[in-house]
């Protein structure tokens, strides 16, 4: 942790992980609208720095927010969003992919593990880690600390060398423990940064119109104008519609976003039924 972070209590702060392109995340990026900055994270991986408002101005605790935003930019893409995050008592992450149920793990500031062990081959097995050299090292992220030198931080940076194996490299300065506005300062440093703002409901749709048929989920969407296509849709829109509304009315600001997010992707999904020419 930094001098200043020190100096200043611990803030909290949030990195979201997503195996995509830049190109390919933020679509689905604006759909949360919270201004965020994505840039490359090495291989295949892109990474998302939020500004964070909802946690800095005590709206809602920095895991919670998180937690819903990765569920958010998971459910309707064909790749999986890991949220890790950390305030002053404790630090720990969250993986989401597709419609499962996500996976987490949570340890105290002093390191202190405090989840399940079954969590991590979990997570290891989602994201097709080496089920015998990197399970064993994620299994030594779970085991106490008798000298307490290895502290929430030094863990999420210990699951940091275990996932660069599978690719990821994080920009210099995008650290576990930094103050949010110095992660912000440090993605606007690198040269591939490109901001994530909300640009109204009909841009983002376009937007996400056009970076489905682009992707590589796009020749596995159900073929427009049939009624699969519109089940799924129409499935969406009956899911994500109480979900926003749970999220509004309990100030879950990630799980509103998780709601709204499957609102928009079954608009889309309408709207790619109705706009696209038929197969």
């Known amino acids: 942790m930094s001098t200043e972070a020190a100096r200043t209590g611990s803030p909290s702060g949030a990195l979201l992980l997503c195996r995509a392109e830049p190109a390919s995340v933020a679509p689905a990026a604006h759909l949360l609208r919270e201004p965020m900055l994505v840039t490359d994270a090495g291989g295949p991986w892109s990474v998302l720095v939020p500004e964070g408002r909802p946690w800095r101005d005590g709206v809602e605790p920095v895991d919670r927010v998180m937690t819903g935003w990765a569920t958010a930019l998971a459910v309707?893409?064909?790749?999986p969003a890991l949220a890790l995050w950390w305030d002053a008592g404790r630090a720990g992450y969250t993986l989401a992919s597709g419609f499962r149920r996500p996976v987490g793990y949570v340890w105290l500031a002093d390191g202190t593990p405090a989840g399940e062990g079954e969590a991590m081959r979990?997570?290891?097995?989602r994201l097709g880690l080496d089920p015998v050299l990197d399970v064993q090292a994620?299994?030594?992220?779970?085991?106490?600390?008798?000298?307490?030198?290895?502290?929430?931080?030094?863990?999420?940076?210990?699951l940091l060398v275990v996932l660069s194996?599978?690719?990821v490299e994080l920009p210099a300065?995008?650290?576990?423990?930094?103050?949010?506005?110095?992660?912000g300062e440090a993605a606007r440093a690198h040269p591939g940064a490109r901001p994530v703002a909300w640009p109204g409901w009909r841009e983002a749709v376009r937007a996400e119109l056009d970076a489905v048929d682009a992707s590589p989920l796009g020749p596995w969407?159900?073929?427009s104008r049939t009624p699969r296509a519109r089940a799924l849709a129409l499935a969406q829109i009956a899911v994500g519609l109480p979900l926003t509304v749970w999220g509004l009315r309990s100030r879950g600001t990630g799980w509103a976003a998780a709601g709204a997010l499957l609102l928009a992707h079954g608009t889309l999904g309408l709207a790619h039924d109705l706009t696209r020419p038929r197969d």
Not at 122 to 125: M, Q, S, V
Not at 139 to 144: K, V
Request: a positive charge.
């Open 173 to 183: 300065g995008l650290a576990p423990g930094e103050p949010q506005d110095r992660l």
């Open 122 to 125: 979990t997570f290891a097995a």
């Open 221 to 223: 969407l159900p073929p």
């Open 165 to 167: 194996r599978a690719g």
């Open 138 to 158: 994620l299994d030594r992220l779970t085991e106490p600390d008798p000298t307490r030198v290895v502290d929430a931080r030094a863990r999420l940076r210990g």
């Open 76 to 79: 309707g893409a064909p790749w």
